[in-house]
């Protein structure tokens, strides 16, 4: 297994386990508990776990690129509504599908922003993953069978999750050059705690069942996106990406077993492209990258 893997793709594949059953725990507490509400109890205990791990390291708690670090935690904040919302509002299966969907995205913005090379594979990759996405949603203009009765409001919602997480990975790449793992995720939890209340429509006593699931979420989520952290920061944006792909694999899982979620043939066709497609582009589809 070691040889299978870098470090850095280990350390995503934790960190993709882990937000894995966060997503689960994150469905559970949706019944009832505002999106917002989950989030505040997220950011809270996440800048709480990042306090810790940077006096343990010893290192400024703000980091040195603020600006920066200020705008990646404004935009992991639409990225996690977005996200939260949508694996609420749909299937388990099918929202994360097309929420980790986003390595073409990635590997389309690191190739515009980052000069990281797609090539040839990589656009295929890209094509099938878009199918992927397509077999997912089946929209009307291109299915002629009955389609996915998927909520329309709440497939805006993770495209438009797609593509603010695309964004705030990339800023993350980006940061984590120079600036510790813990400071990178301090700031999404800070704004995160400081904006959620403000778009709050009402606040629920959670059951004690529910704050389980809700400091679950908490938990689970924040230890995946140091692991995640720590990979980005050692390994191609669009080469890691690819290990992302196994959270549908651990959602269909999940979904079958605790939600009576059962997959149907479409969405595990479009499981199976996006994961083929993300497995291709980082196999090899950004490995090049334009020489400085």
């Known amino acids: 297994m070691r040889n299978l893997f870098t470090p850095g793709m280990r350390y995503m594949l934790l960190g993709t386990f882990l937000f894995s059953i966060g997503s689960l725990l994150i469905k559970l507490a949706g019944e009832r508990i505002p999106t917002m509400e989950i989030l505040f109890v997220r ?3 996440g800048i709480g776990f990042c306090w810790c791990i940077v006096r343990r390291a010893g290192v400024s708690m703000f980091g040195t690129r603020r600006f920066l670090l200020v705008a990646r935690g404004a935009i992991g904040f639409i990225a996690l509504f977005a996200e939260f919302y949508a694996i609420i509002h749909l299937p388990l299966a099918d929202a994360i ?3 980790f969907s ?4 990635v590997a389309l913005l690191a190739w515009g922003i980052l000069g990281e090379r797609i090539g040839k594979r990589g656009l295929v990759a890209i094509a099938v993953i878009l199918t992927g996405v397509a077999v997912v949603c089946r929209p009307e203009f291109l299915f002629s069978v009955e389609g996915a009765n998927l909520d329309p409001l709440a497939l805006s919602v993770a495209f438009g999750g797609v593509v603010t997480t695309s964004i705030a990975i990339l800023c993350v790449r980006t940061l984590a ?17 400081l904006v ?10 959670p059951t004690t069942i529910e704050w389980v699931y809700i400091v679950g979420v908490a938990l689970f989520m924040n230890c995946g996106q140091y692991f995640m952290t720590r990979g980005y920061a050692i390994e191609s944006a669009a080469r890691i990406s690819a290990v992302t792909c196994l959270e549908i694999v651990f ?5 079958a077993s605790f939600l009576g979620e059962i997959p149907d043939s479409w969405t595990v066709a479009g499981g199976v492209f996006i994961v ?6 980082g196999h090899g589809g950004g490995q090049e990258e334009t020489p400085s």
């Open 102 to 105: 986003h390595p073409a995205v």
């Open 196 to 205: 959620s209340p403000l778009f709050a429509e009402g606040w629920v006593m």
């Open 43 to 45: 950011g809270v205990f």
């Open 251 to 255: 959602a269909a899982l999940w979904g």
């Open 97 to 99: 599908a097309i929420l």
């Open 177 to 193: 050059k120079t600036e510790h793992p813990a400071v990178v995720m301090l700031y999404p939890p800070l704004i995160i705690s």
């Open 276 to 281: 083929a497609g993300t497995l291709i582009l």
